[in-house]
């Protein structure tokens, strides 16, 4: 049986929820890593949209 990376926002219990995506953000100087399922990922976007829409790029 291959091992396989569980959504971070989710508890072991829920030990089948498969990592589809890893999303890496930064915030007041920190940068993070999370991996996430596709429900995670698609909401972590839509929280950040509204942000990302009118903040300025760092080079
Ligand atoms: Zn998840």
Redesign the pocket.
């Given at each position: 049986m291959a091992l396989v990376k569980v959504?971070d926002?989710?508890d072991l219990a829920e030990w089948w929820?498969e990592v589809e995506a890893t999303r890496t953000f930064a915030i007041d100087g920190r940068s993070y890593e999370v991996d996430?399922?596709g429900?995670?990922d698609a909401a972590l976007t839509a929280a950040l949209q509204p942000y990302v829409e009118v903040s300025r790029k760092v080079a």
């Open positions: 959504c926002m989710h929820v996430l399922c429900e995670h």
